[in-house]
């Protein structure tokens, strides 16, 4: 086998290692936990994901928790050579994630994706170690990966589920040609950011606002979109961007809510 295969059904899913949690690994049975979603609908798992994870330099990470989530999550760990496999998947829309080995210094990353009927995806992941800044103790503005400012602080987030804040917020800019596919409702994607600590939440809201790196003209609308929780399968969006008269900065009234994947894009103009 390529890979060793678990199921883990948990809200927020951030596959916590199950000798931490007093959890146990299972085999993939095909079992589901009902999270409020319509189970009556039968699909046949007709569809498969393969890929490998890497670091920014090209070379294979082992041991990272690569997971599909749509009603259940099922996980896989990244092989010596750091390929992943899924098969007898549900052709829906599931959310994509990847949770590096606990001693690796990568930012987790996350999209949604649509599996089509029959489909056979490969699907390669670039980690990256990014930027760490201490986490605040109360909000203030953060340049929390290359271009993003983000107001943040342990006062006004709250950890995932089964993990700790800790002590620094990570980010970092992810190059277009090695993004994860973006799926939103946009014309081009501009930039992608991968934030963490993974899932943190914030009931306040954090202010944002970007550095125009991208020469984009002053006047300028633009939409802002972050991934939501795993179980959600979605794009929030979370509010539009103006290029101010100078061309220097982005800024607009939306707040980030959860420190997952952020996205800058167009706007359609119908």
């Known amino acids: ?59 294979p990470v082992a041991g990272a928790r690569v997971n599909v989530c749509r009603i259940t999550c099922r996980t896989v760990l990244t092989d010596d050579v750091g390929a992943y496999e899924f098969v007898e998947l549900e052709p829906w829309i599931a959310s994509f994630y990847v949770i590096p080995p606990d001693e690796d210094p990568y930012i987790p990353a996350l999209v949604t994706l649509t599996l089509a009927d029959e489909e056979d995806r490969t699907l390669d992941v670039t980690l990256f170690e990014g930027e760490t800044n201490d986490m605040p103790d109360v909000a203030e503005e953060v340049e929390v990966a290359e271009g993003l400012f983000v107001t943040v602080g342990a006062d006004v987030l709250e950890p995932a589920p089964l993990t700790e804040l800790g002590d620094v917020v990570r980010g970092v800019a992810v190059p277009l040609e090695l993004a994860l596919p973006i799926e939103v409702d946009a014309p081009e994607v501009i ?47 979370v509010g539009t961007v103006t290029v101010d008269a100078q061309g220097e900065w982005l800024e607009g009234e939306g707040e980030i809510t959860i420190l997952t994947t952020v996205v800058l894009t167009s706007i ?3």
């Open 268 to 270: 359609s103009a119908e």
């Open 191 to 237: 930039a992608v950011w991968h934030l963490g600590p993974f899932e943190a939440t914030s009931e306040e809201g954090l202010p944002f606002r970007m550095a125009n790196l991208w020469d984009l003209p002053a006047n300028a609308e633009y939409a802002v979109w972050e991934a939501s929780e795993p179980l959600e399968h979605d794009w929030h969006n």
């Open 1 to 59: 086998m390529r890979s060793t295969a678990l199921v883990l059904a948990l809200w927020g899913c951030t596959s916590p290692d199950p000798e931490e949690t007093g959890e146990t690994d299972e085999t993939d049975t095909g079992a589901e936990t009902d999270t409020g979603e319509d189970t009556d609908v039968e699909v046949a798992a007709t569809a498969s994901l393969v890929g490998t994870v890497v670091n920014e330099g090209g070379d």
